[in-house]
T-cell receptor, first 115, second 115 residues
Framework: GAGVSQSPRYKVAKRGQDVALRCDPISGHVSLFWYQQALGQGPEFLTYFQNEAQLDKSGLPSDRFFAERPEGSVSTLKIQRTQQEDSAVYLC?????????????FGPGTRLLVL | DAKTTQPNSMESNEEEPVHLPCNHSTISGTDYIHWYRQLPSQGPEYVIHGLTSNVNNRMASLAIAEDRKSSTLILHRATLRDAAVYYCILRDVGGYGGATNKLIFGTGTLLAVQP
């Protein structure tokens, strides 16, 4: 079946621009996660949704980062007034349950470059 | 979440077994040991997980020390497609879902496979 998809795959933005990154999770998956991966580093947690509820946003680096999942399926990560330090790969993952043991299925990521 | 320690890099020859070690000396009784891997330019993918007993699946085997303070991911016959960064992650399922569901990645072990 279809896996997690993300769009766009690549995004180049000028410093100060707003960007929106989309994630389509696996159908029926309750949990959705966003991670940020800097070059040469492991992914770092940004935020977590259980259906449409954002239960954890402790990893969002600043108030310029905003995520939503209004209908409990597709999610959007928005970055306002992008800065060069926002350049990274943004990964989305979903899992079917909420117990903490379920496999997380990752999308291919969106590579953001801020000039 | 408890931390894990992995070697930065390892090398293997094609068709030979690979043993990837992970130390987690501060593991708690409710921590599961998970392994994910990330192929170049892709999102991480699940490999295997376990709690106390050794585990086998079609991708790999997981050997867990009796005191659970270390574990080893075993690839029985490495192929060129196994070249990736391998992450050892502890997941605490002792609490309610939500924030505890996130994956905490380290820098992992970069596995190079020589033909």
């Amino acid at each position: 079946g279809a896996g997690v998809s993300q769009s766009p795959r690549y995004k180049v933005a000028k410093r100060g621009q707003d960007v929106a990154l989309r994630c389509d999770p696996i159908s029926g998956h309750v949990s959705l996660f966003w991670y940020q991966q800097a070059l040469g580093q492991g992914p770092e947690f940004l935020t977590y949704f259980q259906n449409e509820a954002q239960l954890d946003k402790s990893g969002l680096p600043s108030d310029r980062f905003f995520a939503e999942r209004p209908e409990g399926s597709v999610s959007t990560l928005k970055i306002q007034r992008t800065q060069q330090e926002d350049s990274a790969v943004y990964l989305c993952a979903s899992s079917w349950g909420t117990s903490g043991v379920e496999t997380q299925y990752f999308g291919p990521g969106t590579r953001l470059l801020v000039l | 979440d408890a931390k894990t320690t992995q070697p930065n890099s390892m090398e293997s020859n094609e068709e030979e077994p690979v043993h990837l070690p992970c130390n987690h000396s501060t593991i708690s009784g409710t921590d599961y040991i998970h392994w994910y891997r990330q192929l170049p330019s892709q999102g991480p993918e699940y490999v295997i997980h376990g709690l106390t007993s050794n585990v086998n699946n079609r991708m790999a085997s997981l050997a867990i020390a009796e005191d659970r303070k270390s574990s080893t991911l075993i690839l029985h016959r490495a192929t060129l497609r196994d070249a990736a960064v391998y992450y050892c992650i502890l997941r605490d399922v002792g609490g309610y879902g939500g924030a505890t569901n996130k994956l905490i990645f380290g820098t992992g072990t970069l596995l190079a496979v020589q033909p």
